[in-house]
Nanobody, 123 residues
Framework: QVQLVESGGGSVQAGGSLRLSCAASGYDRSMSCMGWFRQAPGKEREGVAI????????FYADSVKGRFAVSQDKSKNTLYLQMNSLKPEDTAMYYC????????????????WGQGTQVTVSS
């Protein structure tokens, strides 16, 4: 079993930065990728960034390329999302996830989710 706990969300003005963290506890050797998804009110959950655990390959949504950066610290079992040049349309609940299969920003049906951390960007 794996537990994921996000932190680092908050309120920021447009153009500002935030760094999200996702601390993972427990171990499931079948997991191959981690990432961040987000869901705004009235919208479906969408993939933001994915990183493959073994080789560090990353994938980003077009809407965040060049502004967001996903990284992992294997020694701390922690995933990060550095978010720069934030825009009001980045406002959403951000969820950390770990899965056994990812293809680009699409994750398999199994795996784990955190409870989410709210990011609010004001104009």
């Amino acid at each position: 079993q794996v537990q994921l706990v996000e932190s680092g969300g908050g309120s920021v003005q447009a153009g500002g930065s935030l760094r999200l963290s996702c601390a993972a506890s427990g171990y499931d050797r079948s997991m191959s990728c981690m990432g961040w998804f987000r869901q705004a009110p009235g919208k479906e959950r969408e993939g933001v960034a994915i990183i493959y655990i073994r080789d560090g390959r990353t994938f980003y949504a077009d809407s965040v390329k060049g502004r967001f950066a996903v990284s992992q610290d294997k020694s701390k079992n922690t995933l990060y999302l550095q978010m720069n040049s934030l825009k009001p349309e980045d406002t959403a609940m951000y969820y950390c996830t770990k899965a056994s299969f990812c293809a680009g920003l699409v994750r398999g049906a199994d795996g784990y989710w955190g409870q989410g951390t709210q990011v609010t960007v004001s104009s």
